[in-house]
């Protein structure tokens, strides 16, 4: 069993940074790809960015060039650093991760980020 906590959230004008923490704890050991996830009111969860064991990163479209994902070997923690953001990246952004061995997938609860025009 894996549990992440995802921190970091917060409330920013446009063109301004932030940065999302998830600390992951439990069986960390056994954590593949991780990544971040978001969902606006009314909208779907959608995949913002991942990055895989071996640290190769992949990004939305409407992200590439201003977020950057990255990953802490020793602590199993991922990142999330936000720049020039803009009112449309306001969402809950979860963290996730998968199993090496079941890919059973893990979230976490979620932190608001809210970018005021």
């Known amino acids: 069993q894996v549990q992440l906590v995802e921190s970091g959230g917060g409330l920013v004008q446009a063109g301004g940074s932030l940065r999302l923490s998830c600390a992951a704890s439990?069986?960390?050991?056994?954590?593949?790809?991780m990544g971040w996830y978001r969902q606006a009111p009314g909208n779907q969860r959608e995949l913002v960015a991942t990055?895989?064991?071996?640290?190769?990163?992949d990004y939305a479209d409407s992200v590439k060039g201003r977020f950057t994902i990255s990953r802490d070997s020793a602590s199993k923690n991922v990142y999330l650093q936000m720049n020039s953001l803009k009112p449309e990246d306001t969402a809950v952004y979860y963290c996730?991760?998968?199993?090496?061995?079941?890919?059973?997938?893990?979230w976490g609860r979620g932190t608001q980020v809210t970018v005021s025009s």
């Open positions: 439990g069986s960390t050991f056994r954590i593949n790809d």
């Open positions: 990055i895989s064991a071996g640290r190769s990163r």
């Open positions: 996730h991760a998968t199993d090496l061995i079941s890919n059973r997938e893990f």
